[in-house]
DNA sequence: ATCCTGCGGTCAGAATCTGACCGCAATGGG
DNA sequence: CCCATTGCGGTCAGATTCTGACCGCAGGAT
């Protein structure tokens, strides 16, 4: 076959690489002339991927931002370190991508050749947690990423599941979609043992084995599998609205209150108004207690008694280490 | 020109999309014959992605990973999503993938549609700081993503700086390398005012822009760039070596101690020993006060000041709020 | 003005591409 | 075993595309 596709796929990982190419050392590197370099350039505008050129001196060409992403052309790091990024964005931390995130890690991870997943397995230890603080079990960035590939190819799968009360099944299922919710992960699909729907915890699921068997979608009851989701679940996650009262500037208080753990709002040069919310009141207590300033309890009244308990605990191990 | 090179890349999207194509699938999706399509597999082949094939009933082609990548075709969400994952890693969270992190991002970025890049930025406000509860200033992406590129392209950019006693300063500058260090980002450059080398960090660095202007390399003296900027930087960065007797089980601690938070080791069925390391004996107080159980400073020393401390201020804000 | 860059048309000769046709091989189900 | 459905790869004729060389033009910096 030609050389051409081939060569276009050069050309566009060299402009990646750079930002400024002349056409003579473009036709250097890929060994043609430099009139198939303007072409080849013509070509990749025919694809939709915007070149600039400028002529003179200090011409060239650039490759600029579309209407739409050409492909990206990685090296082995660059690769690694985007799944690793992914696999914390599909960890539920950023609210709104956790979807697409899964989808662009099932991608990734279908043509990641072996040895780097090596590497991204022996960097997941370092994985930043869904949230800091919440305490609650994260998911297998394996187990997710085989489950998303299964809804994606409507295949069968099947995987070992351990219920809250700690009992241990295993399960065959139909795949039908992964639903994000509330930092959670949940499987919506159709057990082919049972022959119904079931809803299941990605974070309590081990095992996954594709089974190379595929199925024709069927039909949810119910409007869409995230809405399921959310009738399936019993509301046992709440979720505390805060407020306290800071006693320090607003200024002294930069970098320690970021816009996504709560809402800094200055009272006066003395003190602020902080608005926050959080499942964990015993993850508040010690976060507020990180400031390094009084506060004082606005809102929910449970809170006190969480400060009081870590207060009177920090000071029994205080006097123990002494 | 011809379709080939366009219908190949469709093609790569195919079969990054679903993992399983029959050919008569694929030739009518692309409008050629099934023929053109084993024609195209076999291009794909050559180009060095495996495609899988099996006959029969349930046949048809599948892509495997290889010994490389190949391009990554990316809908908006997905590219989107790598943008949003890399911005964490390119954050110094995940050590030894940050450089190869903010060289990918200055790829993607670089070729980011602009209503994506504003899609991107919108979600800003959710990414997750660099450690949770270091306090430290976090890194402005576009800063770094604008550097990086710089670095890459040889290219001069000006930006202003406001120096650890608050002068703001304007500065231009010839970018030799982007260092990451203890969890921070420095920039090594050429100092064109000043005729000399410079370090500096990059979250006190904003309003970069590129001049448009190159520069020829010029010889670091210094053996590398990491070595240079840990000789520049006094050692005022302390990181303490934590251990701490916990009066819990290891079972119960299971979850709120997590490997890159420390290592956890068990005593008895009573007691466990964590060890850890940190460089804010603040953070590390509230972050012991969090696990809800009693326990035992064995070093540093320091740190039971700082829980006694955190112990008062916590006890008279519990009081002030009832 | 000079030099260095990009630009795009034209040409001849070579190379490649396509659909159609063919016979073969592998797989699963009846 | 037979049948249907899948992949495979060679061959052919006709059409299309590709390449380097050559040319004259345009833009930008010095």
Redesign the pocket.
């Known amino acids: 076959?030609?050389?051409?596709?081939s060569?276009i796929l050069r050309l566009l990982s060299l402009l990646q690489t750079h930002r400024d190419?002349?056409?003579?050392e473009?036709a250097g590197r890929l060994?043609?002339?430099?009139?198939?370099i303007?072409?080849?350039?013509?070509?990749l505008r025919d694809l939709g991927y915007p070149v600039h050129?400028?002529?003179?001196?200090?011409?060239?060409?650039r490759l600029q931002a579309g209407a739409s992403m050409p492909p990206l052309l990685l090296d082995d790091e660059e690769a690694v370190a985007i799944a690793v990024g992914l696999r914390f964005a599909a960890g539920g931390s950023v609210a709104g991508i956790d979807e697409a995130s899964v989808r662009a890690l099932a991608k990734l991870e279908q043509v990641l050749p072996s040895r780097l997943r090596r590497r991204v397995n022996a960097l997941q230890t370092y994985t930043v947690p869904m949230t800091y603080g919440d305490g609650g079990p994260t998911v297998d960035p394996d187990a997710l990423i085989c489950i998303a590939q299964a809804c994606r190819d409507l295949e069968r799968v099947q995987f070992d599941y351990k219920a809250k009360d700690g009992a241990e099944t295993q399960r065959l299922v139909e795949p039908h979609r992964l639903v994000s919710l509330g930092r959670r992960w949940y499987l919506v699909c159709w057990d082919v043992d049972r022959r119904d729907w079931r809803t299941f915890r990605v974070d309590r699921l081990t095992g996954c084995l594709p089974e190379g068997v595929h199925f024709h979608p069927r039909e949810l009851p119910a409007e869409d599998a995230a809405a399921y989701v959310a009738a399936s679940i019993s509301s046992t996650y709440t979720r505390y609205q805060v407020e306290v009262k800071l006693h320090s500037s607003k200024a002294d208080l930069r970098g320690k209150v970021r816009s996504q753990d709560g809402q800094l709002e200055e009272i006066d040069n003395k003190s602020c108004l902080l608005r926050t919310t959080g499942d964990s009141l015993e993850w508040i207590a010690a976060w507020l207690g990180w400031f390094g300033v009084e506060f004082e309890i606005i809102q929910p009244p449970e809170l006190i008694e969480y400060v009081r308990d870590l207060a009177a605990r920090l000071t029994g191990s205080a006097s123990t280490s002494a």
Do not use: F, K, N
């Open positions: 076959m030609s050389d051409t596709t060569r190419w002349s056409g003579s473009l060994e043609v002339s430099p009139r198939t303007r072409r080849d350039i013509d070509r050129a400028s002529a003179g001196v200090a011409g060239g060409y």
